[in-house]
């Protein structure tokens, strides 16, 4: 469970239940036996939502085929009933094992594929079992009674037992999702959700992740449609695996509001009765209305408000006044510095490393290394292949040639996270950040990529605001910091992770002189840390004062490595940066 | 012909430019030097409409430009060669070419215009036929600015053509625009990291760091001027 | 004979391959305008299929329009004018809709805008299939020629084998390959037609060109919207439907134009022959439900194992 959490958690409990009681409490009141169905589909769909929430809400792989499993879980129901007798009860349980058992055999060849790629191709299976189930002659399968033995056959002569079992359902979807949201598994997945690479390289195993979002999604599926096929009685093909029952995930979720817990409720409850009931009573002049209603109620919240009402209502009534209560903790001491086996010898040997694209070598022949406490400023001009140096070196590309070791050991060929783990830590030029989770969030990021365990990621997290400054605004927001805040925590985040080496992109680009000078004080108090610091700028009046040494690029081949004073008077680079005519002028 | 006066830009709360005052004379030369970040794309960028600026104004022969839209300002006269050359990857040169002459101006003189290009340019006419994406940086950098002038502009803007190039075949676009310069008599507004190549062409230079204009002046004024190396190098004091 | 029958229904295959497999063609040639070209993907191209096709049995059948021009010329007259209408249908869908989640205002971000358009088209695929069904009905109808029910007889060609060029699906088959020529030289050769590959190429440098790149996407999806609602009304011709047909084609029209390679029109229509001769091919052992679950199984190879087609560039894959 992530620090902080706990009051949230504590708040969604007990608003889970009065909202629980006070729904059950309402069934009371409702005779109509069409209604009372309504008011069982509500947490159904919900329920639906809900699953469908963890994969494509906070994970943000877009799903549009979660009818796979839904439908997975009424066919097993549903079959099972006919042919082997078995009880509905168990039949859920067994459809929730078999749609866990799909998310697994989907998932491992459909998440190569991101995007749109990923949404389509989900897409195609719900469909393609359909017409599978359709060529197998199952048309329609209806649930027989069992007068015999109702309870166990999950059959009630009051309607409103239904409506309790799926509150319940729905209840136990809802807390499995508040578990997720507060621990780490929903860290990494909105990590994953708001820039894949940047989570790799904070070292989280993404395809592990999403993966799992995706098995709890399907196994949640599941459960719902076990449940609405004992329900509804018959089940046709189109009825759980057509488009509209996929549809209909997406549409309640992403009205009620993405990446929350009460999003896919609050989008059943609203959605839900008002297109069943405009069925009801329209539905043989407009036919189908249904799905216009949903279909303009996604184009609606697209367009106005994309992350749903919730977030909407959320932002503007409930923003946060003050700053959440801030943890207690006192900082930890830097953590003692491994004494490298090898005193003196570099921490990081770069040697011939290459790399083209198509006929352009980006990066040709660079060879440098960093002692351990130093800090190497990477200056170069416009195109010079600096960032494509740090994605080589950060295994987000691979290299035609050449090798770099990491207090000897190989970091090239391996997968962005791995080389995280090594002990490399990378801020990027655009900072993202989750800007409705507090700071401490935002930083925890880092530490879980390392592999910390709950208690130790936390105390790695609050050393790392206080080595950045930002201790005080830990509790912040992140969407309320300024320019420089943010590029502080990105770098707070880099360290969470508790690395040997940074590779820091940019950092100072567009700050004012007084911004640059605190970050500045920052980057120079990690170097008498002992923090091993290479970055890439253009700010040259900062890099003249932070920078131990230089090593200047220019159309990807080291032009010149050195004391800053002793390069920038070097020919070659004045030439490289001024031109040779300046040059042979000044000499003239 | 082109007058701008104090121009603020901001990316995302970032300062692009602070207070940027400079102006293109009709017929002359002028030159926007700086080192990298300093703001000078956003500059253009502006003037073409692509970004929005916070405050300042700009005047093209007299009329408020900012009131046009984006792709309005091709129509008027102004040419803008891009950093990066930006081509269309999958058209043939030709094609670019034609693209180039959009406007009315350009479509209107285009035989005399298409002659002039591919006597600056010979390759271009070789090359008519292939795909502009599979010609070489240089290639590239001669048809972005034949696109550029296929429109027959008034202004010519050119945002760090020799950006990638080896040595010797910037020297030659240098060569190449100083011609266009001299034979044409067209209006130039020059973009450069290469300081002296773009500065003793040019008849004016600004020096832009950090979204300020620091120098100005006539190129021989500025060319020994110490100064333009320490602003470039980062050895300026505060 | 056995090796008589396998021959005529090789035969027949193939021919049913070229001829539908270039309607098909034509149909993902929309698809590649939107998706191929201007990285627009929107899930409703399926429904404006399904427009073209009742704008077509409207204008012919059901409204009489066009029935002065008999029932010979008029469903093929009538399946080119739904062209203009579901153009203009998609034009005002861009302007108002598609526009907010693409072109310029997204160009940056870190998914293109695809995220939006996704959920964006969904709404409207649902919103155009229920209201479809509102405004249609959901009885299946289809345009009325005899033509559809006469064929040319070829042969016989090896003992009794005969091959049927069944004449509704071969003239479609014309018109299908003339509009693609029409369009492909429209785009190759007019000033408007290389505004647009500018446009999609380049947006930023366009607009440095004068070229106003929101009203250029906006006709480009248009021109998208129209061409495959000109397949659609071609279609129509030999197949009844009803407002949910557009799903179906959904997944042949998108492995059409991944299999083609993105960024290329010809490799649409090729892609799209392809997918169409795949799908008759597989009617020879496979029943008919199960045809459209092997186009499924061909897009999922192809997107995970060559999904930058056999024309095209790179796509999305992790």
């Known amino acids: ?588 | 012909m082109l007058e701008v006066k104090d121009l603020s830009v901001a990316y995302g709360g970032l300062r692009a430019l602070t207070n940027v005052t400079l102006s293109v004379a009709e017929g002359r030369f002028v030159t926007l030097v700086g080192p990298n970040g300093a703001g000078k794309s956003t500059l253009f960028k502006t003037i073409s409409g692509v970004v929005p600026p916070v405050s300042g104004t700009i005047t093209f022969r007299g009329e408020n430009l900012l009131s046009r839209r984006a792709s309005d300002r091709a129509h008027v006269g102004i040419a803008h060669v891009p950093e990066g050359r930006q081509v269309f990857k999958t058209l043939t040169v030709r094609e670019n070419l034609e693209m180039g002459a959009y406007p009315k101006t350009g479509r209107a003189q285009w035989t005399q215009t298409l002659d002039r290009i591919q006597t600056l340019f010979p390759i271009l006419a070789e090359r008519a036929g292939q795909l502009a994406g599979t010609l070489s940086g240089g290639e590239q950098q001669m048809l972005a600015i034949g696109r550029g002038l296929a429109g027959a502009p008034r202004l010519l803007m050119l945002d760090e053509p020799s950006m990638g190039l080896a040595p010797s075949v910037a020297d030659m676009i240098f060569d190449r625009i100083s011609q266009i310069h001299r034979e044409d008599g067209l209006t130039i507004l020059l973009v450069e990291q290469r300081v002296a190549e773009a500065l003793e062409r040019s008849d004016h230079g600004y020096v832009l760091e950090t979204g300020h204009i620091v120098l100005e002046g006539p190129y021989e004024t500025l060319l020994n001027d110490d100064r333009v190396r320490r602003s470039y190098l980062g050895l300026t004091e505060a | ?318």
């Open chain 1, 1 to 588: 469970m992530r620090q902080g959490t706990g009051p949230q958690l504590r708040r969604n409990l007990t608003a889970l239940a009065v909202v629980s009681v006070a729904y059950l409490m309402f069934t009371i009141f409702v005779t109509n036996s069409y209604y009372q169905l309504i008011l069982t589909m509500v947490p159904v769909w919900a329920l639906f939502g809900v699953s469908w929430n963890i994969l494509s809400g906070y994970g943000g792989q877009l799903s549009f085929g979660h009818a796979s499993f839904f439908g997975i879980g009424a066919y097993t129901v549903t079959l099972t009933v006919v042919y082997w007798g078995l009880s509905p009860w168990l039949g859920i349980l067994l459809g929730m094992i078999l749609g866990g058992l799909a998310a697994i055999a989907i998932g491992t060849p459909t998440f190569r594929l991101r995007g749109h790629y990923f949404a389509l191709s989900m897409l195609a299976y719900p469909l393609a079992i359909l017409y599978v189930l359709q060529y197998l002659g199952f048309q329609e399968i209806s649930i027989p009674m069992h007068r015999g033995n109702p309870v166990a056959f999950m059959e009630f002569s009051e309607p409103r037992v239904y409506t309790l079992i799926a509150v319940c359902l729905l209840v136990g979807g809802v807390l499995v999702s508040l578990v997720v949201e507060s621990s780490r598994f929903g860290l990494a997945l909105l990590a994953i959700r708001q820039n894949e690479l940047a989570a790799e390289a904070a070292g989280i195993n993404t395809r592990q992740w999403k993966m799992r979002s995706l098995v709890v999604s399907g196994m949640l599926a599941a459960v719902a449609g076990g449940f609405y096929a004992r329900v509804l009685l018959v089940v046709t093909p189109d009825s759980v695996f057509g488009m509209l029952v996929s549809a209909q995930a997406v549409v309640v979720t992403l009205f009620g509001g993405v990446a929350s817990v009460w999003g896919p409720l609050i989008g059943a409850a609203i959605l839900v009765p008002l297109a069943e009931t405009l069925q009801a009573e329209l539905g043989t002049y407009l036919p189908g209305i249904q799905g216009v209603v949903y279909g303009v109620a996604i184009i609606g919240i697209m367009l106005l408000s994309p992350d749903g009402l919730f977030w909407t209502v959320r932002d503007r009534w409930f923003r946060q006044k003050t700053a959440a209560p801030v943890p207690d903790l006192m900082p930890m001491s830097p953590p003692a510095r491994p004494v490298s086996a090898h005193a003196g010898a570099p921490l990081l040997k770069v040697e011939n490393l290459s790399r083209a694209f198509g006929g352009l070598k980006a990066v040709s022949e660079v060879s440098f290394s960093i002692a351990e406490g130093e800090i190497l400023g990477i200056i170069g001009p416009n195109g010079a292949g600096k960032t494509t140096l740090f994605n080589v070196l950060n295994g987000v590309l691979s290299p035609d040639e050449g090798s770099a070791r990491l207090a000897g050991q190989q970091m090239l060929g391996r997968k962005t996270f791995e080389v995280c783990r090594m002990g490399v830590g990378r801020t990027f030029q655009v900072v993202r950040s989750f800007p409705r989770l507090p700071v401490l969030d935002n930083v925890i990021v880092g530490a879980y990529g390392a592999g910390l365990s709950d208690r130790d990621a936390i105390a790695s997290a609050v050393r790392a605001l206080h080595q950045v400054g930002l201790q005080d605004e830990s509790g912040v927001a992140a969407g309320q910091l300024t320019n420089k805040q943010l590029r502080l925590m990105e770098l707070a985040r880099a360290l969470a992770g508790n690395p040997r080496l940074l590779l820091l992109d940019e950092t100072l680009a567009g700050l004012g002189r007084e911004e640059c000078d605190g970050v500045l004080k920052v980057l120079a108090r990690l170097r008498e840390q002992g923090m091993t610091i290479c970055i890439i700028e253009h700010t040259m009046h900062a890099m003249m004062r932070l920078a131990d040494r230089f090593v200047v690029l220019d159309h990807g081949r080291v032009l010149a490595t050195g004391l800053p004073r002793a390069v920038v008077e070097d020919t070659s680079v004045i030439e490289a940066y001024l031109g040779k005519k300046w040059l042979a002028r000044q000499n003239a």
């Open chain 3, 1 to 318: 004979m056995d090796l008589e029958i396998l021959i005529e229904n090789v035969l027949n295959a193939i021919t049913a391959g070229i001829t539908i497999g270039c309607i098909y063609g034509l149909m993902c040639i929309g698809l590649g305008l939107i998706f191929g070209i201007m990285r627009i993907v929107n899930f409703a191209q399926g429904e404006l299929l399904m427009l073209g096709m009742f704008a077509s049995f409207y204008l012919v059948t059901g409204g009489k329009v066009l029935s002065f021009l008999g029932p010979y010329w008029g469903p093929f007259v009538g399946a080119i004018c739904a062209g203009p209408l579901i153009f203009a249908g998609g034009a005002l869908l861009h302007k108002f809709l598609i526009s907010r989640v693409s072109g310029l205002r997204t160009a940056g971000s870190l998914d293109e805008g695809h995220y939006g358009q996704l959920i964006v088209t969904l709404g409207i695929s649902l919103i155009l299939q229920n209201g479809g069904q509102i405004l249609f009905g959901s009885t299946p109808v289809a345009v009325r020629t005899p033509l559809s029910a006469e064929a040319y007889l070829v042969g016989p060609v090896y003992g009794a084998a005969t091959v049927f060029l069944n004449k509704a699906k071969l003239i479609a088959f014309f018109v299908a390959i003339l509009v693609a020529i029409v369009l492909y030289l429209t785009l190759e050769y007019t000033r408007l037609g290389k505004a647009l590959r500018a446009a999609a190429d380049n947006p930023t440098a366009a607009t440095y060109m004068g070229i106003e790149v929101d009203t250029a996407y906006r006709i480009a999806f248009g021109l998208g919207a129209g061409i495959t609602a000109i397949a659609g009304g071609l279609m129509a011709t030999y197949i009844s439907f009803g407002p949910f047909v557009g799903f179906d084609y959904v997944i042949i029209m998108y492995s059409g134009v991944v299999l083609g390679g993105m960024g290329s029109i010809l490799g649409a229509f090729w892609g799209g022959l392809t997918v169409g001769f795949v799908q008759q091919f597989s009617a020879l052992i496979l029943p008919p439900q199960l045809q459209n679950a092997a186009i499924f199984v061909v897009f999922l190879m192809i997107v995970l194992l060559r999904p930058q087609g056999l024309f095209g560039r790179s796509a999305e894959r992790a």
